[in-house]
């Protein structure tokens, strides 16, 4: 799709999205499958638009974003500041890694009963699942980025005067950035799967509850509707994330971004018209 | 004589698996303030870690001998020193006049960045991400972040010598006039004897492992030099040649 303009772009991908609800709508209505199994579009969209006119729907959805948002946030800080400071110290990760990749490859689903236990069949449990799933990949993601920051950058801001601070701001953070970043992404579908399917499992609300319930009564066309809602929640976040990746990226040669001018001959001093490499045009 | 930097019999073995490998020995040497000395030597002779010796970087092994700095013993990060080592280390994320800016700021001194860059002849890339500029570019970038840090002694690792011919000659310009104005003591390094020439005070001529200062040139073209006429001057192709037997000696050794 190179070549094309982002209106261009928008519009190749909103006919995919089309011909597929279409291929979807024609199959069941000619009975190539049973709409029982499948519902179909029409039929979908009009249960989303009765969904998403009840109060009772919107504290599902407010439930589920909270535990989801709240869970990011804590597990990503928590993670990156437990990242750094292993990344600081690597006699700590020696100590500590198997404990961690223990934990990290637990099916933390399966830890959900001790969450309610702990934190009750309310938010707070689908919290801590979320928390669970995205403090390690955080914190993976960020010991693995810190291991590739370049020395020697290190050490021109030490030769500089910089102390550790200068040193945490101005190279390891933004070197690595694009892993932060990277595992925020990874991080939101750990988010929205931990906490969708932790109420499906233990819950009073939420928008896996809502699926539950629907499931519950056969309502096909009710359990495809909330997934739209639960895909577009998501979806908007990632949308969010991808554009703070761009900006994360902007000084690097192939990054895009409207901020820095885009690279092009330059005019070295030194005489005539040269390209960036400094050879005689 | 208030020298910025002096080593006395300064010796240092790395230590390995292998046992102690000796990499400096009995290194004597000082830099007046405004003066540049050159240290000539062979590649991979131990030139660098001379260098970051004197910065305060660490070490392969502990040395030994004396290591002062403005009078005082070393000690890291001395914010006398400015260290413009030989690869690039300019902070990619952050435009050339940001990273100037951040070098004064670290050092807690009033920079004007859009001043150092027109120095360097960067007026019109201060904007620019050390991505989108050529080699010589950067060099003369990390000129102006090195100038930033109004330092009484320079240190310099070979800095010019991943350039082609023409953009050295016109940095080498551009250094020598911001170093006239600066007026601090440059330790240079170099394995070129044109480059020594055309820049130094002084030459050092080093051995091959483990590095010593085996002979002591001074070089007497006068300032300010014009580099393109230095090779019609007798004394330039005389001390060419001195130069030339005192490093093929050095290499026998």
Partial sequence: MTGMGPWGRFAVRLAVIVALLAVWQLVVSVGLVDEFYLSKPTVVFADLARLLAEPAVHQHLLVTSRELLVGLVVGAVAGVAAGLVMGAIPALYEATSPVIATLYTLPRLALLPLFVLWFGIGEGSKVALVVSLVFFSMLLNTYSGMRGVDRSLVDAVRLMGGGRWAVLREVTLPAIAPWLVAGLRISLVFAVTGSVVGEMMVSKEGLGFLLIQKSGTFDTAGVLAILVIVAVVANVLDVLFSAVEKRARRWSRDGTGGAAPAPRRLRSRSGGTRTMQGTAA | ?253
């Fill in chain 2, 1 to 253: 004589m208030n020298a910025v930097c002096e080593l006395r019999g300064v010796s240092l073995a790395a230590r390995s698996r292998a046992g102690a490998v000796p990499i400096l020995h009995d290194v004597s040497f000082q830099v007046a303030p405004g003066e540049l000395v050159c240290v000539l030597g062979p590649s991979g002779c131990g030139k660098s870690t001379i260098l970051n010796a004197v910065s305060g970087l660490q070490l392969p092994g502990r040395p030994t001998g004396d290591i002062l700095v403005g009078g005082a013993p070393r000690r890291p990060y001395n914010s006398d020193i400015a260290y413009m080592v030989q690869h690039d280390t300019l902070l990619p994320w952050r435009t050339v006049r940001q990273n100037v800016a951040l070098a004064g700021k670290l050092r807690r001194v009033a920079v004007d960045p859009e001043a150092l860059l027109r120095g360097v002849g960067l007026g019109d890339e201060a904007d620019y991400y050390p991505a989108q500029l050529s080699g010589g570019m950067r060099k003369r970038a990390q000129l102006a972040r090195v100038l930033a840090q109004d330092p009484r002694i320079l240190l310099m690792d070979e800095p010019f010598g991943a350039l082609d011919f023409q953009t050295r000659m016109a940095i080498y310009e551009v250094f020598l006039d911001r170093w006239t104005e600066l007026g601090c003591g440059i330790v240079f390094v170099t394995h070129d004897l044109g480059e020594a020439i055309a820049l130094a005070d002084r030459i050092l001529v080093m051995s091959r492992r483990p590095a010593t200062v085996v002979k002591e040139f001074t070089v007497s073209l006068p300032r300010p030099r014009a580099l393109r006429e230095l090779v019609h001057f007798p004394e330039y192709r005389e001390l060419h040649e001195e130069l030339w037997s005192a490093l093929a000696l050095s290499e026998a050794r």
